[in-house]
């Protein structure tokens, strides 16, 4: 997979039915293939004259907003986020499971975080559903470990102010009104059956490189 300009749409690691009932392949099908493709064309269109940026990773762009040329600024925001949190959304996931918990390292430092599994559910259930409008909430840590909830609104990542994400629980209305309608809670209590904690576990491992 490129990880630079000329961006790539990911496959996803899944079927499209794999995360029914929760998410239906319909939902999956416009989300990933419409929604997602076009976050990835756009983002290539705005950089296609900019040549100067093509060897940047999204996270590299995305931290550097600020200084890239003014006039793309916005659009990069919208498009690289775009791209970034939903190739963490679609990674975040994997078929239903029952009692969806994590394990080691991560599990301790959730209960350190938020005094049990439930009360990081509860929070971070809270931030996802309070958000106004569109957008996401977050499972993050940072250099040292430590965890944190937070949510941002439109394509707005997390990184950039020493924070690595974890979970990205998008709660644009495309994620799930096809499904739940208005129901945006339901949705989200569906999300955490679908959590692949594994996944989430190696990136928590893992987040030396990311902050190298
Ligand atoms: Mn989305």
């Not at 999956?28 to 990835?40: A, E, G, M, Q, W």
């Not at 080691?104 to 106004?132: R, Y």
Request: glycine share 6%.
């Amino acid at each position: 997979m490129k990880e630079s300009y000329p961006f790539e749409l990911i496959a996803l690691p899944y079927e499209y039915e794999a995360l029914e009932p929760y998410i239906d392949a319909e939902t999956l099908h416009y989300h990933h293939d419409r929604h997602l493709k076009t976050y990835v064309d756009n983002l290539n269109n705005i950089l296609k004259d900019y040549p100067r940026l093509h060897s940047m990773n999204l996270p590299t762009l995305l931290v550097n907003i600020e200084v890239l040329p003014q006039e793309i600024q916005t659009a990069v925001r919208n498009n690289a986020g775009g791209v970034f949190n939903h190739n963490l959304y679609f990674s975040s996931m994997r078929s239903p499971r029952e009692d969806n918990r994590p394990k080691g390292e991560l599990a301790e430092k959730i209960d350190k975080a938020f005094g049990s599994f439930e009360g990081f559910k509860k929070e971070l259930s809270q931030k996802s559903a309070g958000q106004f409008g569109s957008g996401y909430g977050w499972l993050v840590t940072h250099r040292d470990g430590s965890l944190c909830i937070m949510s941002t609104p439109n394509q707005n990542t997390p990184i950039g102010f020493g924070t690595m994400p974890l979970i990205p629980l998008d709660v644009w209305e495309h994620a799930y009104y096809l499904k739940y309608k208005n129901l945006r809670k339901e949705y989200i209590e569906g999300y955490f059956n679908l959590i692949n904690w594994d996944h989430i576990e190696d990136l928590y491992k893992n987040r030396g490189n990311f902050f190298k």
